[in-house]
C-alpha cells in the first residue's frame, strides 16, 4: 500500500484509538483513575502569572471539565503542549517571557531583499538592531531565482528587483557581513529552490572564508529548496525534477552529517496558497510533498530519526475562516504519519512552522487597509502556535518593502505579543473552542480525502507529473477571482465601499538605480576574469561528479569557490538538461 | 469561422508570477480570444520570435519581478526591428507597475497596463476593440523566417493519445537537430483542440523550450473541435512549410483516439505514432489503428515498469501488419535518452 494510502489509514486508527480511550476513561475504573492522577498532576505543575492589572491566571489553559471523557479526549486527541500528536504545539511553552521578563527568542522573522548585497545586508541590520535573537530570511532577485547571473542576456532590468543579487561566493560574504555567523542566536533563512544547493553551497564557502572550517557545524539557518511546490505553484524549478530531486537528496545527506543545525528543506505551502489554492488544499499537497520527500531521503538510506527533525515547513495564513485551525490540523496529520507510518520518533514528529501572513489578501486599493488585514493574519498564525512568522508589509501589493511599512509589520508582531495580553500570560488562550473543533474536523476530512484523490493518481510524483495540483490550484484561482469580480468575495475598498479613483495614492516604491545594477554586472565580470583559468577545471570536475554519481552538494563547495551561480547552472543544464514546464 | 482575435501572452524572463495570466488566459478563451501562451520566465525575444511566428494581434504580458519598464520597451523595441510594429503589446502586473511607470511605458509604445483591481471585463472588452478586426490572417511564412534550402523539405506527422508524450518528443528531436546540423532549420505545425466556447488556448510552446530558437518556425493551429485532430488549415500550411526552405517539417495532431488516422492523402512522408508504454490491455492494442499505418511506433515513458512488456507486445501486434514498421522505446523525458538517440538517427537517415 502506498504511504499516503497508509497515513489515511493510521489517523483514522487514531481515531479509534482516542475514542477507546475516552471509553475507558468513562467505563475503566482503573483507568480513570490512573488517567484523573497524571492531569491532577498536569494541573498542579502549571505556574500562576499576575498580569498587570493584578488578576491572577494560569500560564496554559486546560479543558475546565472533570468528565474523564473530555480529558481523555484532550490528552490523546489533541495532546498537552508539545506531546503527541502536537494539535496544540510542538513545545510546551511558545511565547510566553523567560526568566528576564521576554521571550528567549522572538518568533518575528521578516523576508528581506533588495538592490545589491550590501543594500540588503543594511536592511538586515536595520531590522534586527532591537532584537536578541538574529533571524536573518532572504530574499533573491529573479536571476538568482533562475540561476542566472547578472550579466546574462535579457536581464538587466531585474537585477537586484523583488530580491537580492547574488552571483557570487563574494557576493554572499557581503549579504551578511557584520553578522556572526557562528552564533547560537543567529540563523540565517534562504527562500531559493531551483538553485538552493548552489546557494547554500556559496554560503558554507562563505561562512568559512569569513570564520574558519570550524564554523560549519554550528552554522544554523534554513534553505527552503522545496522542489515539489517549485513544480506545482511557484516556478522556479530549473533542472528536471528527477536531476533537482537528487541534487537535493545530495545536499540533505551532506548536511545531515556536516551541519548537523541546519534545515536542508522547507516545505511549503505558502507559494502553493498564493498561487490560489484553497486552505485545504493546501494543506494536503504541502503534507503529501513533505511525506514524499521523506521516502525519497530514505530511499537514499538516510535514517529517519537523523534527517526528519531538520525537516520544517512554512505555511500561507489569510483571511479564510480554516485558517483559524488549519496549522493545528497539519500538525496532528504530520505527528501520526511520521510516527505510524515511517515509525519516527519524537523528534520528528514535530512539525515546526514558519508561517507567513497572506501577500495575495493584500489590495492595491485604499493600501493602508493592508495594516488591518495582516494584523488579523497575524492573530491567526499565532493562535495557531506558529515557531516563527513573517508580517506582510502594507505596501505589498507595489513594493518590496519601504522602511516605513516594514517597521509597521515588525512592530505588529510586538504589539500582538508583547504589548496586547493575549499571548504573553497564558497559552493556549483560545483553543478548544466548539468552533475551532467543528473547523479541525471538517479540515481532516478534507485534506485526508485529497490525499486518498492524490493516491489514486499513482501517489505525489504521478499526481505532479499529471499536472494535478497545478490544475486544481488554477481552478481554485480562477473562482477566487471570479467571486471576487461578481462580489460573493466582498474586499473592502475594492468590490464594497471603493474609494474614488481620484483619491488613490500609490506609496514610495524601492527600485534598484541603474548604477547599481551596473556596478553588479562589473563586479561579477571582474570575479570571472579572475578565476578564468580555475573555473573550467573546476566544472569539469563537477560535471564529472554528476555524471559519476558522486555528491553533487560535497563538490559544489570547491566549484563555487571559483564559479559564478551562472557558470554552474550552465554547466549542470548540459549534463542533466532543462526543466520542461507544463503549464 | 476564425476566432476574431488572436493574442500571444507570456510572463518575463525570472519571473514565475504566472497565476494571474492563467486566469486572464481562461477568461479571454471562454470570450471567444485564441491565446497562444509562451508560459513564463520567458525573453523577450522568444516573445517577439513567437509572436511573429504565431501571427498574433498582440502580445499580453504579466510581469511582477520588476526591471517592466525595460522589459516591455524591449519588446517594443525588438517588434519594430523585426518590422512587426503593428503587434500591439498590452499587459499588467498588480501594483507593482505604478501608475507614474505605465505613463513611461506608454510613451515608449505600450498600448495599455492594467492596473490591480481591473475587473476582468474591462480587458475582454479592450482587446477586443483594440485588436479585434485587425487584419485577415494569411497562410504565409513571415519573413525571416524561411530558409535556405532549395528542395521540398521531408515532413514528418506525430500522432498518438493525448498524454503519451508528443510534444516533448518533437522538442527533443529537435534539440539533436539544431545541434547535429548548426544551420538546420526547422518547422513545426502543432494542434490544440480548442476549449469549450469560441476561444482556444494554444499551449505547446510553453512546454517546448529548445524549438523557441531563430532556427525554428513554429506555428500553432486551434482544431476547433474538428475530428481528426487537425484544422482547416492545416494542409495549406504542410503545403507551405514544405516549400519553406527548411531541413524538416514537423507535423503533431491533438491527442487522437484509437480509430482516428489523422493523416490521408499523402499528407505527410513519414508518420510516428507516439504512446505510452501504460496503455492497458492488448486487447486495447487490437484496436489501435495507427498501428498498422505508422512507419514508426514510438512506445515512450519506457522508464515505466512494464514498458519492455509493452515493447515486444507491440511489436507482436506490428508484425501482423504491414512490413518494414519499426518499434522504437523511448523515455522522451529524460535528458539524452538514448531511446529517442535512435529516433533521431532513424529520421535522419
Ligand atoms: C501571488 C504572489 C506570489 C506567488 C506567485 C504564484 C504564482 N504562480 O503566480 C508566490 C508566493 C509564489 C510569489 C513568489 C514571489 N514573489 Co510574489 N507576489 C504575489 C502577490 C501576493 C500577488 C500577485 C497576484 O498574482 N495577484 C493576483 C492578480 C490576478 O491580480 P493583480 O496582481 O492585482 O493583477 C491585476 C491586473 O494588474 C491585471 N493583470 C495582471 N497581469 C496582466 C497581464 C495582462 C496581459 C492583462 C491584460 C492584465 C493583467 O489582472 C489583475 C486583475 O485585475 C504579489 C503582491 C500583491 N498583493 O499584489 C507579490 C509580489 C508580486 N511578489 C513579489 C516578489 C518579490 C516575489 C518573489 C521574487 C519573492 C522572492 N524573492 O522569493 C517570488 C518570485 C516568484 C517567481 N517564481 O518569480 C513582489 C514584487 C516586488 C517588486 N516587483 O518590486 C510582490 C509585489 C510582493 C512584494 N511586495 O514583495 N509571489
Known amino acids: 500500500m502506498s504511504a499516503l494510502a497508509r497515513i489515511c489509514e493510521s489517523v483514522e486508527a487514531h481515531a479509534r484509538f482516542v475514542r477507546e480511550q475516552i471509553r475507558r476513561a468513562r467505563e475503566d475504573s482503573k483507568f480513570r483513575a490512573a488517567l484523573l492522577k497524571r492531569w491532577r498532576a498536569i494541573r498542579a505543575s502549571i505556574a500562576t502569572v499576575q498580569t498587570p492589572t493584578g488578576i491572577e491566571l494560569p500560564t496554559l489553559a486546560l479543558p475546565t471539565s472533570n468528565d474523564p471523557g473530555e480529558i481523555a479526549r484532550y490528552l490523546f486527541g489533541e495532546g498537552f503542549p508539545g506531546e503527541f500528536p502536537f494539535v496544540n504545539s510542538i513545545y510546551r511553552e511558545m511565547y510566553l517571557p523567560g526568566s528576564g521578563g521576554r521571550m ?81 542566536r543567529l540563523s540565517v533563512s534562504m527562500t531559493i529552490n531551483g538553485p538552493a544547493p548552489i546557494i547554500l553551497a556559496m554560503y558554507v564557502a562563505a561562512a568559512q572564508r569569513r570564520f574558519g572550517g570550524k564554523v560549519i557545524r554550528k552554522l544554523r539557518g534554513t534553505v527552503q529548496a522545496d522542489i515539489l511546490k517549485e513544480v506545482q505553484a511557484q516556478n522556479e524549478i530549473i533542472f528536471p525534477l528527477e536531476a533537482s530531486l537528487r541534487f537535493l537528496a545530495d545536499m540533505v545527506a551532506h548536511t545531515t552529517e556536516h551541519l548537523p543545525r541546519w534545515y536542508p528543506i522547507s516545505i511549503s505551502g505558502y507559494h502553493i496558497g498564493e498561487a490560489g489554492a484553497t486552505p485545504v488544499q493546501q494543506a494536503a499537497y504541502t503534507l503529501s510533498n513533505g511525506f514524499t520527500y521523506v521516502e525519497l531521503f530514505r530511499g537514499r538510506g538516510l535514517a529517519v530519526d537523523r534527517f526528519g527533525p531538520r525537516l520544517s515547513f512554512f505555511l500561507d495564513c489569510g483571511l479564510d475562516v480554516e485558517y483559524v485551525a488549519l496549522a493545528r490540523v497539519c500538525r496532528k496529520l504530520w505527528a501520526i504519519g511520521m510516527r505510524d507510518v515511517f515509525g519516527a520518533g519524537e523528534a520528528a514528529q514535530r512539525l515546526k512552522l514558519h508561517t507567513q501572513t497572506s501577500g495575495r489578501s493584500l489590495i492595491a486599493l485604499g493600501f493602508k487597509n493592508n495594516l488591518t488585514r495582516t494584523a488579523i493574519e497575524l492573530f491567526l498564525a499565532y493562535l495557531n502556535a506558529t515557531n516563527s512568522c513573517h508580517s506582510n508589509s502594507a505596501d505589498e501589493p507595489f513594493t518590496t518593502p519601504g522602511e516605513e511599512y516594514v517597521r509597521l509589520a515588525a512592530h505588529a508582531q510586538s504589539i500582538l505579543l508583547e504589548e496586547t495580553g493575549l499571548f504573553r500570560h497564558m497559552m493556549n488562550l483560545f483553543t478548544g473552542s466548539p468552533g475551532m473543533r467543528i473547523l479541525e474536523e471538517t479540515l481532516e476530512k478534507a485534506i485526508l480525502e485529497e490525499f486518498r484523490t492524490i493516491d489514486r493518481l499513482g501517489g505525489v510524483l504521478a499526481a505532479t507529473e499529471q499536472r494535478y495540483q497545478r490544475s486544481q490550484i488554477q481552478e481554485a484561482a480562477h473562482l477566487y477571482e471570479q467571486q471576487t469580480g461578481d462580489g460573493t468575495r466582498p474586499i473592502i475598498g475594492l468590490n464594497r465601499y471603493p474609494a474614488s479613483t481620484e483619491s488613490f495614492v500609490e506609496p514610495k516604491v524601492v527600485r534598484t538605480p541603474r548604477s547599481r545594477k551596473q556596478l553588479q554586472v562589473d563586479r561579477l565580470r571582474k570575479f570571472k576574469h579572475r578565476h578564468r583559468h580555475q573555473s573550467a577545471r573546476a566544472l569539469d570536475e563537477l560535471a564529472g561528479v554528476v555524471e559519476s554519481g558522486g555528491n553533487v552538494f560535497a563538490e559544489l563547495l570547491k566549484t563555487v569557490e571559483c564559479c559564478s551561480l551562472g557558470q554552474i547552472t550552465g554547466r549542470l543544464f548540459e549534463v542533466v538538461g532543462r526543466f520542461r514546464p507544463s503549464v | ?345 532513424e529520421l535522419r537517415s
Open chain 1, 104 to 184: 528567549p527568542e522572538e518568533p518575528t522573522r521578516l523576508f528581506a531583499g533588495l538592490g545589491l548585497a550590501e543594500d540588503t545586508n543594511e536592511r538586515f541590520h536595520y531590522l534586527t538592531q532591537h532584537q536578541r535573537s538574529i533571524r536573518l530570511s532572504t530574499a533573491f532577485d529573479g536571476p538568482t531565482l533562475y540561476g542566472m547571473d547578472s550579466d546574462a542576456d535579457g536581464v538587466f532590468g531585474k537585477i537586484g528587483e523583488g530580491g537580492v543579487a547574488i552571483d557570487t561566493v563574494e557576493d554572499m560574504e557581503r549579504l551578511y557581513d557584520r553578522f556572526a555567523l557562528g552564533d547560537e
Open chain 2, 1 to 345: 469561422m476564425a476566432a476574431s482575435v488572436r493574442l500571444l501572452t507570456a510572463v518575463p524572463i525570472c519571473d514565475g508570477h504566472d497565476s494571474a495570466i492563467s486566469t486572464i488566459n481562461l477568461e479571454f478563451i471562454h470570450h471567444g480570444i485564441e491565446v497562444v501562451y509562451l508560459g513564463y520566465h520567458r525573453s523577450a525575444r522568444d516573445i517577439v520570435r513567437a509572436a511573429i511566428q504565431e501571427g498574433v494581434d498582440a502580445i499580453g504580458i504579466s510581469s511582477y519581478n520588476g526591471g517592466h519598464v525595460e522589459f516591455f520597451a524591449e519588446v517594443v523595441a525588438l517588434l519594430k526591428k523585426q518590422r512587426a510594429a503593428k503587434i500591439g503589446v498590452f499587459g499588467g502586473g498588480g501594483g507593482t507597475i505604478t501608475k507614474a511607470d505605465a505613463t513611461i511605458m506608454q510613451r515608449k509604445g505600450v498600448d495599455r497596463i492594467f492596473f490591480a483591481g481591473t475587473p476582468m471585463e474591462e480587458m475582454i472588452r479592450f482587446a477586443r476593440e483594440a485588436y479585434g478586426g485587425r487584419r485577415r490572417r494569411s497562410v504565409k511564412l513571415p519573413r525571416f523566417s524561411a530558409g535556405k534550402r532549395k528542395t521540398m523539405a521531408p515532413c514528418i506527422g506525430i500522432t498518438g493519445p493525448g498524454g503519451a508524450g508528443k510534444t516533448t518528443l518533437i522538442d527533443e528531436l529537435v534539440l539533436r537537430w539544431l545541434k547535429v546540423q548548426p544551420d538546420a532549420r526547422i518547422a513545426i505545425l502543432s494542434h490544440d483542440p480548442s476549449i469549450v466556447g469560441k476561444g482556444a488556448l494554444l499551449g505547446d510552446r510553453a512546454t517546448m523550450i529548445y524549438s523557441q530558437d531563430d532556427r525554428v518556425f513554429m506555428r500553432s493551429l486551434a482544431t476547433r473541435g474538428r475530428a481528426g485532430g487537425l484544422s482547416p488549415e492545416t494542409a495549406q500550411w504542410v503545403r507551405t512549410m514544405k516549400h519553406g526552405g527548411f531541413d524538416v517539417v514537423f507535423v503533431e495532431t491533438v491527442g487522437i483516439g484509437q480509430e482516428a488516422m489523422p493523416f490521408r492523402s499523402k499528407l505527410v512522408d513519414k508518420s510516428i505514432f507516439v504512446m505510452s508504454a501504460d496503455y492497458g490491455s492488448q486487447l486495447q492494442l487490437q484496436k489501435i489503428a495507427m498501428l498498422d499505418v505508422a512507419d514508426i511506433v514510438v512506445v515512450n515513458k519506457g522508464d515505466l515498469a512494464g514498458a519492455p512488456t509493452a515493447v515486444a507486445e507491440v511489436g507482436r501486434r506490428i508484425e501482423r501488419g504491414r512490413s518494414g514498421q519499426r518499434v522504437i522505446a523511448t523515455v522522451a523525458k529524460r535528458h539524452r535518452d538514448p531511446g529517442v538517440d535512435c529516433l533521431f538517427e
